[in-house]
């Protein structure tokens, strides 16, 4: 037993009084008239004895009492804690504001029950203890200590949260502010402690007691669209667009007729129904053609109760408008490729000698074409390899009397292989690698009737697999005809042949030729994601399009902001800094001008509604953590006071004080002696 003010206890010296009181306290005696005094002594002895006995017990009641009230004043209590009643009170309390925490319990949502438990928590403690509420967010005004009125009215501004993050960041967090202070610590943690973020340490500090304060709610069946990707990096207009959606079904019970929906910019379709086993993932495919240029806003949605914040699932394709490309000719053009590009409506060309290049309107361009050039110039090398690195994709045809030295000083600067010589070998391309973007889904089938390529001569390149070439069509000895690398943000494609026709047919085969040269120009080094997930770490980026610092780029969309802003070269690394709460879709601006296109979705940690029970957590946590299992039925401060303060006894000593007052009282006024 310890006490709050031990200092009281030296009143019990007042024990002496009643004590000096019964020794020399004399009685006067009446007198009493006897007509026969025969039993005078035996009445006497009796009735000496009976008020001694009466006097001791009357004695040890008013004793009792009086010490009684002594230890009620100096405030006794039991804990096994070794707290300080003198030092100062640090108490940390977790909010668990996530989606799941919405679910209900006695029609009550598991959220308005943890903060009306949080107040309560707050109130049972002084006006000068010091408090911390925090939230998944965990944001820098939840990294300060507060009063208990700022406190209240900072849990009153807690709302629910698409951000999740696992319950031990959030403990260290707590930690890590209470280690910076000497007093008293605590911390609670109230949540319903899902278990895909439940993963409590266990050599935690025994100066802090960590409370466990569990919600718990009826468990509920959900069914999740987790994540939706492309079969293609990119989104072709006009052909057969693929994506592949993935769903769980986290219930325990079999799903049948779940309905899939598409809302492509703004219409929605249905897709069709499926069946999906409890505990399990399906993956269906969704076909799309695209009939316009531009952003394509698609949502993939199921129909599913009662939760509902993972029923759908938002990305966004960009389809340009026209395909610009450079052609970057010794002479002039070749006129094949001239021509063709004519008659298709998507491709614009343009020519350039490489007596008159402007670098200045590489980054403009979606592929460049190295046409027979017969020397690359130190400074066409160098911009070549700031376009390649910044995103851009380029073509090589070497030209029959390229200076090989000039060549391999290019490719050794983005290293490529090199070239070794030349043959006049006549060779027939025999495969097509149609698992790679550049060929996949552009032919139904690989024919005897399908023409591919012949070169009557072609150069002969080193084959060191650690520059990390990918063939796209091959001769029959099994060396490259058209090599892919992929270098920073770009891709390099390089032919062994020349384009020129007295070499190389491969212009004349239309079939071959126009896919190859439009994916090409559309293939992209680094896949822009076409998702991203509400609190994740995620950036973007743009390029510049001004000098300076006179314009800035924002952020528009269900909610408003300007992101953090990076430069980097010739690109700007955008930071949305947790910003974005909602999910939608959001464009990035400059000047009015839409850039880019963001599709952003809850996070889908928490779809999985798999919980820790009370007895598992004893069972798991026990020998760490304090967990309550009575705190929503019992009087919360009572609960608090006995947990954390210790078992208050004054009350009890007052009660005792009371009733040896009466025993006293009784044995005065019935007791005759």
């Known amino acids: 037993m310890q006490f709050i003010f031990p200092g009281f206890l030296w009143a019990l010296l007042l024990l002496a009084i009643p004590i000096i009181i019964h020794l020399f306290y004399f009685r006067r005696f009446k007198k009493v008239y006897f007509t026969n ?60 504001n996530s989606f799941s925490m919405r679910s209900l319990s006695e029609d009550v949502p598991l959220f ?61 967090r707590q930690i890590s502010l209470l280690d910076l202070e000497e007093g008293n610590k605590s911390i609670y943690l109230l949540s319903d402690f899902q278990k895909n973020i439940t993963a409590l340490p266990t050599d935690i ?48 019970e079999d799903k049948e007729e779940v309905r899939l929906f598409v809302k492509e910019n703004g219409q929605t379709k249905p897709v069709g129904s499926f069946d999906i086993a409890a505990n399990s993932s399906v993956s269906d495919t969704i076909e799309l053609v695209f009939i316009k240029d531009g952003w394509q806003n ?16 938002l990305l966004t394709l960009d389809l340009s408008e026209k395909v610009d490309l450079l052609s970057i000719n010794e002479g002039g053009g070749n006129k094949f490729v001239t021509a063709l590009m004519k008659g298709l409506p998507n491709f614009n060309l343009d020519n ?30 160098s911009e070549l ?18 200076d090989i030295n000039s060549y391999n000083a290019f490719f050794s600067k983005l290293a490529c292989n090199s070239i070794e ?57 099994g060396s490259s005809f058209m090599q892919k690398y992929q270098k920073g943000q770009g891709l390099i494609f390089v032919c062994a042949a020349p384009l020129s026709d007295t070499h190389n047919d491969l212009v004349k085969i239309a079939e071959v030729f126009v896919p190859m040269i439009y994916k090409m120009a559309l293939s992209t080094g680094e896949r822009k994601p076409i998702a991203y997930t509400i609190g994740a770490d995620n950036l973007g980026s743009a390029n510049n ?40 879709y959001y464009d990035l601006t400059i000047n009015d001008t839409i850039l880019d296109r963001y599709a952003f979705n809850y996070d889908r940690t928490e779809s999985q509604l798999n919980f820790w029970s009370i007895p598992e957590l004893k069972e798991k946590y026990s020998g760490q953590y304090e967990i309550f299992d009575n705190f929503l039925t019992a009087d919360l401060s009572q609960v608090i006071q006995q947990n954390d303060k210790g078992k208050a006894l004054w009350r009890t000593f007052l009660i005792l004080a009371l009733v040896f007052l009466a025993i006293e009282t009784l044995l005065l006024r019935f007791w005759e002696v």
Do not use: C
Request: proline share 3%; aromatic share 10%; hydrophobic share 35%.
């Open 352 to 381: 350039q000698s490489t007596a008159n290049l402007q670098y200045n309107k590489f980054k403009e361009k979606d592929l460049i074409i190295l046409n027979d050039v017969n020397n690359i110039s130190s400074g066409l090398t």
């Open 298 to 313: 698609i949502e993939v949605q199921i129909e599913d109760y009662p939760i509902q914040f993972d029923d759908s699932y």
């Open 112 to 172: 308005d029950k943890a903060k009306s438990t949080a107040r309560g928590i707050i109130e049972t403690y002084g006006e000068t203890d010091h408090f911390q509420v925090i939230t998944h967010q965990m944001n820098g005004a939840q990294q300060r200590w507060l009063n208990r009125d700022d406190a209240l009215l900072q849990l009153d501004e807690i709302e629910i949260t698409p951000e999740v993050n696992q319950i031990e960041s959030i403990l260290n």
């Open 545 to 584: 399009i001004t000098q300076g610092n006179e314009s800035i780029f924002k952020i528009t969309g269900p909610s408003e902001f300007i992101p953090g802003q990076t430069r980097v070269g010739s690109k700007t690394v955008i930071d949305f800094n947790d910003m974005i709460q909602e999910a939608g």
């Open 385 to 402: 390899e700031k376009y390649v690195l910044a995103g851009g994709n380029l073509v090589v045809f070497p030209g029959r009397n390229a």
């Open 37 to 96: 005094v025969k039993f005078l002594k035996e009445v006497k002895d009796e009735t000496s004895n009976r008020s001694r006995l009466r006097n001791l017990l009357v004695l040890l009641s008013r004793l009792l009492a009086l010490a009684a009230l002594v230890f009620a004043f100096a405030q006794p209590y039991l804990s096994d804690k070794k707290l300080d009643r003198q030092e100062e009170n640090y108490i940390s309390l977790f909010v668990d």
């Open 205 to 252: 500090d025994t100066s802090i007691f960590i409370k466990l304060m569990p919600f718990q709610s009826i468990q509920e069946n959900n069914i999740s669209i987790d994540s939706v990707w492309t079969v293609s990096p990119v989104a072709i207009k006009g052909q057969t667009n693929r994506l592949i959606v993935e769903m769980t079904n986290y219930g325990n």
């Open 421 to 477: 010589s030349f043959s006049d070998e006549a060779r027939e391309v025999f495969k097509i690698n149609t698992s790679d973007f550049i060929f996949s889904e552009v032919y139904e089938r690989i024919d005897r009737n399908l023409k591919l390529p012949s070169s009557t001569g072609n150069f002969l390149f080193s084959n060191f697999t650690s520059r990390g070439g990918q063939s796209l069509l091959n001769y029959r000895d």
